[in-house]
């Protein structure tokens, strides 16, 4: 005969088959099962009582600081860069892998390649967006402001080749060909403790409710299962 631990996860699937396991057990099993029952409910409100009283607990700052040194490499803030961009499209911008396609994308990547020899030769890149950029940064110079990474694979990529005030070969998108201009640039560094002290108190307490929990469920299989039948 099957375990009854498992007759009892299958006949909670409905009242209908929970009857009928019941009326198959012998009065010995049905004490084991109420056994079951009994512990269950105990465990239940046991658990509901600690997260009440653990709603109420507050860590020490010692606690919390121990939880920060720990997630030193989580609590961090990630590399960025401060950068500029023009967009050089066309009002045929196309994508089409046809002759044509390919003709009207090699006349905005050669416009684009002015473009940058233009800022190369000294004039200022922040005016020339507002004159060519089809993007909607245009109106601000083409401000980008800070980009955490990652972002994208190929802005990444082209940023992270650059030193500040230098300038992208044009880049391929499917909007037309993008110029990016490196202004800044931030390491990652360490979030300070008063930024975190939030997330360090979740951590603490999401720890101190498993540790109840195991240790409420350890008791709960001791109470419901003493004996070697209900494996």
């Given at each position: 005969?099957?375990?009854?631990?498992?007759?009892?996860?299958?006949?909670?699937?409905?009242?209908?088959?929970?009857?009928?396991?019941?009326?198959?057990?012998?009065?010995?099993?049905?004490?084991?099962?109420?056994?079951?029952?009994?512990?269950?409910?105990?465990?239940?409100?046991?658990?509901?009582?600690?997260?009440?009283?653990?709603?109420?607990?507050?860590?020490?700052?010692?606690?919390?600081?121990?939880?920060?040194?720990?997630?030193?490499?989580?609590?961090?803030?990630?590399?960025?860069?401060?950068?500029?961009?023009?967009?050089?499209?066309?009002?045929?911008?196309?994508?089409?892998?046809?002759?044509?396609?390919?003709?009207?994308?090699?006349?905005?990547?050669?416009?684009?390649?002015?473009?940058?020899?233009?800022?190369?030769?000294?004039?200022?890149?922040?005016?020339?967006?507002?004159?060519?950029?089809?993007?909607?940064?245009?109106?601000?110079?083409?401000?980008?402001?800070?980009?955490?990474?990652?972002?994208?694979?190929?802005?990444?990529?082209?940023l992270a080749a650059?030193?500040?005030?230098?300038?992208?070969?044009?880049?391929?998108?499917?909007?037309?060909?993008?110029?990016?201009?490196?202004?800044?640039?931030?390491?990652?560094?360490?979030?300070?403790?008063?930024?975190?002290?939030?997330?360090?108190?979740?951590?603490?307490?999401?720890?101190?409710?498993?540790?109840?929990?195991?240790?409420?469920?350890e008791r709960?299989?001791?109470?419901?299962?003493?004996?070697?039948?209900?494996?």
């Open positions: 005969r099957p375990g009854l631990r498992r007759l009892a996860r299958q006949a909670r699937q409905s009242p209908e088959s929970w009857q009928s396991l019941l009326s198959k057990l012998s009065a010995a099993e049905q004490s084991l099962l109420e056994q079951e029952r009994t512990a269950l409910e105990n465990f239940l409100l046991a658990r509901q009582y600690i997260y009440r009283q653990a709603s109420r607990e507050a860590p020490t700052e010692e606690q919390l600081q121990a939880i920060y040194t720990e997630r030193q490499e989580q609590f961090t803030y990630p590399a960025s860069r401060n950068a500029r961009e023009i967009l050089v499209s066309s009002e045929d911008w196309t994508l089409d892998r046809t002759e044509e396609g390919w003709r009207k994308r090699r006349a905005v990547r050669d416009r684009a390649r002015e473009i940058r020899q233009r800022i190369l030769d000294g004039e200022d890149f922040a005016a020339l967006a507002r004159q060519y950029s089809a993007s909607r940064t245009a109106s601000t110079g083409g401000e980008l402001g800070w980009i955490q990474e990652p972002s994208h694979p190929r802005i990444d990529t082209a650059l030193q500040p005030s230098q300038v992208s070969p044009p880049i391929a998108t499917n909007k037309g060909y993008l110029l990016l201009q490196l202004l800044e640039k931030r390491p990652r560094a360490p979030m300070p403790y008063e930024e975190t002290r939030a997330q360090c108190e979740t951590i603490w307490r999401a720890r101190q409710l498993k540790q109840v929990e195991e240790e409420l469920r709960f299989l001791k109470e419901a299962f003493p004996r070697d039948g209900m494996q």
